[in-house]
């Protein structure tokens, strides 16, 4: 599954063109913790870094343990 997260709802749209199955704005959501735990419950396997250090936080402890 690609989740991936954008600035502004324009750039969310874009994201889902390119056939991410989940998009969000990171400036409206209120968590981005849970967006990621509803779009991913089984954990993350590959993290690309291209966000904000916050972002990388929750991802990184949210990586996939096997």
Same mark, same amino acid.
Not at 20 to 33: G, L, Q
């Given at each position: ?6 600035? #502004? %709802?324009? +750039? *969310?749209?874009? $994201? @889902?063109?390119?056939?991410? %199955? &989940? &998009? !969000? /704005? !990171? @400036?409206?959501? #209120? #968590?981005?913790?849970?967006?990621? @735990?509803?779009?991913?419950? +089984?954990?993350? %396997?590959? !993290?690309?870094? /291209? *966000?904000? !250090?916050?972002?990388? $936080?929750?991802?990184? #402890? ?5």
């Amino acid at each position: 599954m690609a989740t991936g997260f954008a600035g #502004s %709802d324009a +750039k *969310v749209a874009h $994201l @889902k063109e390119l056939g991410f %199955d &989940a &998009a !969000y /704005n !990171y @400036k409206t959501i #209120s #968590s981005i913790e849970q967006a990621l @735990k509803e779009a991913c419950p +089984k954990g993350i %396997d590959l !993290y690309f870094d /291209n *966000v904000r !250090y916050t972002e990388c $936080l929750t991802l990184c #402890s949210m990586l996939e343990s096997q």
